[in-house]
T-cell receptor
C-alpha cells in the first residue's frame, strides 16, 4: 500500500523568507500524481500545486514550487517570500489510477509565519 | 462556476442518532470522494462513487456507514447509530469524468464537522 510521510510536524518562517516542507512517499508504481494541499484555520482544503510523475520538470505556482525527486520518492514544497496568509496546515498527497484514484495524505505540517 | 458544496457545515448528534451529510459536486463532475479527518490528523479516504455506483469503499467502516450518489441529487454519507468516535470533519471532493478535464485533481468542499455528544 502507498504511504506518504511528512516528517516535520511544524515549521516556523519569518515573513518574506523561504520555507521548505518535506514529503516522502512509498510506491511501486511508475505513473502517479502528487499534490500539496493547504488547510487554513477555516479547514477548507485548497489545492496549492500538483505534479505528474512522468514530468521531470518541477511544478511551480507563483511563490510555490516543488522539488520532485522520483528516484528518491521525495516531493518537497518551497514557499518563497512567505506571507502571513500562508500560515496553515500543509498536506502532501499521492494519487494513482492503479491504486484506485483515491488520495493518500501525509500527516501534515503546520506552518507558522512570524511578522 | 460554484465549487463543491457540503451541508450542513456543522452537525451535532447524540449517541445513537443518525447523521446524514450531503455533498453536491462541482458542475460537470461525476466522481465523488468522501474523506474523514480526525482532530490533528490528515485526511483518510472512505469511499469513491460515480453516479449510481460505488467504485471503491475500501476505507469505509464495515458497519453503520453507507454512501450513495444517485442519478439526481447530491451524494449522501450516512452514519447510523453514531458514537463519540465518529466525531470528525468529513470532506467531500469531486473530479471531472474522463476526457473532460484533469481527472487527476480532486477539488474539496468546505467539510462537515460532526460532533457526537
Amino acid at each position: 500500500a502507498q504511504t506518504v510521510t511528512q516528517s516535520q510536524p511544524e515549521m516556523s518562517v519569518q515573513e518574506a523568507e523561504t520555507v521548505t516542507l518535506s514529503c516522502t512517499y512509498d510506491t511501486s508504481e511508475s505513473d502517479y500524481y502528487l499534490f500539496w494541499y493547504k488547510q487554513p484555520p477555516s479547514r477548507q482544503m485548497i489545492l496549492v500545486i500538483r505534479q505528474e510523475a512522468y514530468k521531470q520538470q518541477n511544478a511551480t505556482e507563483n511563490r510555490f514550487s516543488v522539488n520532485f525527486q522520483k528516484a528518491a520518492k521525495s516531493f518537497s514544497l518551497k514557499i518563497s517570500d512567505s506571507q502571513l496568509g500562508d500560515a496553515a496546515m500543509y498536506f502532501c498527497a499521492y494519487r494513482s489510477e492503479a491504486a484506485g484514484n483515491k488520495l493518500t495524505f501525509g500527516g501534515g505540517t503546520r506552518v507558522l509565519v512570524k511578522p | 462556476n460554484a465549487g463543491v458544496m457540503q451541508n450542513p457545515r456543522h452537525l451535532v448528534r447524540r449517541r445513537g442518532q443518525e447523521a446524514r451529510l450531503r455533498c453536491s459536486p462541482m458542475k460537470g463532475h461525476s466522481h465523488v470522494y468522501w474523506y474523514r479527518q480526525l482532530p490533528e490528523e490528515g485526511l483518510k479516504f472512505m469511499v469513491y462513487l460515480q453516479k449510481e455506483n460505488i467504485i471503491d469503499e475500501s476505507g469505509m467502516p464495515k458497519e453503520r456507514f453507507s454512501a450513495e450518489f444517485p442519478k439526481e441529487g447530491p451524494s449522501i454519507l450516512r452514519i447510523q447509530q453514531v458514537v463519540r468516535g465518529d466525531s470528525a470533519a468529513y470532506f467531500c471532493a469531486s473530479s471531472p469524468p474522463r476526457g473532460s478535464g484533469p481527472t487527476d485533481t480532486q477539488y474539496f468542499g468546505p467539510g462537515t464537522r460532526l460532533t457526537v455528544l
